[in-house]
């Protein structure tokens, strides 16, 4: 045995007996405990309705302020201005929901120094732009050019811009502060456009408020109608509250929040965000910028796949009102013939359109083109990085560091005579054996797909090297499938599609996107929600977005 | 193998120094104007500065480390490995003929610094100069004493964050900077670099310009002045937690004031020319074949903007040479690179193959790869390369003297992407508080060529210590910086070092 396989094995063995990370068989599990229902302690009496059990005190996120993401600030000014423009897209990148899933939407979210310059340098745009080609149709006065038109416009536009009506001394802090003083250094319409640019820069705009009535720090508020609103817009379409879901009054009530969300979730913004939240729950929402050899895959396109992912989840989770089964199992997609012809599957009807996999080996999300071009290399297809991605994603196992084992990590060597497969066999030996025994096992079962997707039988299409891609799957022993032979990634989706560690997976991911935050209370609170669903059968995608809603854990918040 | 490969920067002459400074020495007319920074005239005593510079991936330790016969004022920098034939990485700092002068003199290099945080492989970027793990609450060093000290505060920007090829934010393999445990964002395109932080002077260069300035920011400050008393009054319903966030907003605010105010203020130094606009300046969307021409202009920005005394604390976070990063260096692709993967991650890195000390009883000596030492010494080489161009920026300014450039990395063994034995290379006295020119080898037990001494007999020595020491040298009264996991490492400066 060679002498670093000797020092790995060490550090191993001390890793091993000191916590969690590997076993012959098994990874860690990401926060994912056997808790379950009844859980958690301290259940306070519902006050929210039907589905409520699980609300608890300890569950509740605490009063917060979330800032917007970027994606949610260009759809605000966008409601707000009537603005086409999208300059949040150009600013620092949302710091993502860290390890838990690569979610936007993230409680952990500030205002540092570059995005500050950013904001300031977007709202002066933007006020440049709504004053220059908005103002005089949506202000009857602008001709006065005068103090009063300027409060009568900020009467009008502060309430929107803030979400909720105004508080206080408000609008007189900005009228005194910013525009009247602009008004006699400067005129009217840069008046205007410094009240539009400070108000772009408020706390108010910029942060989703979650603090309720309640002034006090102690027990348990419930949010205000408008941050209820604000909430229930900004989860459902990524976007602000409609004029409608503004007006209403009584959305502390779980039935007018279901009828809104309802009403939301067929409305093409709620269409966005779900593309949204499963693209970055499955790790694909940048397979836009992925880029594969030049020499080998000339035609690679992969805003197509990223339009793939997009479809599949309009249809599954719109179209057929699908659930967490139907995005990992599914046997079809949407896309062009072209597309079918990479996936060698029959022709759609229609294209694009609706293409059956029936008749192919591929299921679901995880074994379409977004999802294997984003976890292959330029020119291969990665098995550890498809195996590793799966194991987090969609079975909520993390299958360890091998930087905190201390082990050598390295590429197989290039051999044109060996298949990927071939190649990453090494794993199969010495320290490497505890941890990718797991991960292998689950990678190399979509071995059949190439770097950017297309099914293969013979690796680089030569006949001495058949492709293999069947295993037997290394998994912790609670997981139900683990040590069952599976030929490929389609048995293995559909396995996962079909049990309950991969609903309840999905179901913890979903309770991560909704509360922008992770937490083991409020993800036990949500699977015991799911439970309750999954029992009955109701557990769609859409049916778990509007328990949430429904339920305290929505609008509560606990004291903390 | 290409000489290059084996020898890079070897024979570079006066003709290679002007092309280093090349096109953007160009492309910076008044460049040499700055030889006496404007405010170092104007004082007569010259501020300190620091900046914080960073590449991943650690260093091929048989040509990094200090020779046998070499001692901590006596050291050669320009050896040749014998065994892979490969230069040390170090030697930029001693190549007079490409940057004008030998930095040798300019240097402190220290070998055997180690983290003392949960932080491991990449996630060890969170701990070089903050000296804190995963879950740190604390700053980078250069952002603590530019904010939290307050010694930031004279000039337009308290800290100036640039980076080349990835802006991501909130991880901790992407940031070396964070102010309060929170990752402060880089700016990684030349033309956001310039429209930022030269808009001072493009405004202050003439009479209508400057007019213009000064209602800017009559209208700017009302708008700062109403986005405080906002955050003041939702600050009263916050639990402590939520108050962080509006205390970062309020920092941010601050240095929009500052840099509002800065609109008005003359200074002794023209703008560059602006730079060209980039296609792509992102990691793994196509922007490493721009690598090298952003990582030039970031770097003569950073150095005008110190010399122009816009900012005095600034960090640059450097990109590998992964996916074709080459492109536009000295470095021939096809040699570089191995044959089926262009990111040098899984290859140059990971196959990084030191020798090895013997462990009592386990296994015998390794003598290693010592191709993969060149290999991996070529990314390296080009790291300080880059350094030494900053450095020679500084030098030109007549501000490196009272600087401190602190190089660091992520790693010390980048085979097993651990953080023992890190390196750091210092350089400028921080206004004579370093006694440079030397070679620390902190860890004399630890012979030159040898991987990381680890085993019974390993004794850490936190980089938080380095971390004291620069606080120290920048007259903060603090003896503990950072989080380590075992809080005893957080103490202490560096002993020997200044």
Known sequence: MSRFNLRAQLALLLTCAGATSCSSSAGTRVVESTGGAGSVANSTAGTAGAGSASNTTAALIAPRIRRLTNAEYDASVQALLGTTLALGARFVPDARLYKY???DRNEAQIVEPLLARQLQQAAETLATEYVEKKLDQDLPCVMAADAACARQFFEGFLPKAYRRALGGSELDDLLSMVVTPALTRDGFRPAIELGIEAALQSTAFLYHSELGDDASLAGVKTLTNAEIADALGFLITGSPADAELARAADLTSPDAREQHARRLLETPLARSQMHRMVKQWVGIDQVSDTLKSKTKFLNYQPQAFDQESNDFVDEVVFARKGDFRMLM????????????????????SVDPGLIDLSSVPRRGIFNLGAFLATNATLELPSPVKRGARFLTQALCIDPGDPNALKLNITLPPSNSSQTTRQRFEAHAQGACLGCHSMIDSVGFTFEHFSAVGAWEANEDDKPELPIDSSTTLSLPSDIPFAGQAVADSSELATLVSQSDAGRRCFARNLARFTSASYGDALEQAFLEEWKRLADSGEDSVQELLVAYVRSNLFVQRGAK | MTDYARRPGVQRTRRSFLRALGASALAFPFFRSLEISAVEAAEGVAPQRLLTFYFPHGVSSPLFKRQVNDTE??????FVE??????????????????????KSKLVVIDG???ATDAVGHDGTRTVFTGSGTTGTGSSIEQYLAIEAGLGKDTPFSTLVLGVGTNKTGDHLDNISYYKGVTVSKIIDPTETFNTVFAS????????ALAAAQARRARGQSVVDFLRADINHLNTRLAPREKAKLDQHLTSLVEIEKQLAALETQRNCQAPAAPPKFDSVLSLAGGEVNFEAITNLQIDMLAQALACDLTRFGSFWMADLSRGAVTGTDIP?????SPDSPDIHLTVAHGYRPPYDSIDGIAPADPGVPVSWQL??????????????????????GILESSLVVIGNDMGDSGLHTSDNVPYVLAGSAGGKLRTGRYLSLKPNCPPGRRDCEGTNKVIIPNNQLLVSIAQMFGQAIDSFGEPTDPAHAKGALAGLV
């Open chain 1, 101 to 103: 899933g690569k979610f």
């Open chain 2, 333 to 337: 692709y096809d040699t570089f690179y």
């Open chain 2, 201 to 208: 002077l493009l405004a202050s260069s003439d009479p209508a």
């Open chain 2, 376 to 397: 991996s010494g070529v990314q390296q080489h080009y790291a300080y390369e880059k350094a030494a161009r900053l450095l020679s920026r500084l030098s030109a300014s």
């Open chain 2, 73 to 78: 004022d006596s050291f050669d920098l320009t």
């Open chain 2, 113 to 115: 610094l180690d983290f």
């Open chain 2, 82 to 103: 014998p065994r892979s034939g490969a230069p040390c990485v170090l030697r930029p700092f001693d190549d007079a003929a490409s940057y004008g002068m030998s930095f």
């Open chain 1, 329 to 348: 199992g599914a046997a079809f997609t949407v896309g062009t013939s072209s597309l079918a012809d990479t996936y060698g599957a029959p022709q759609p």
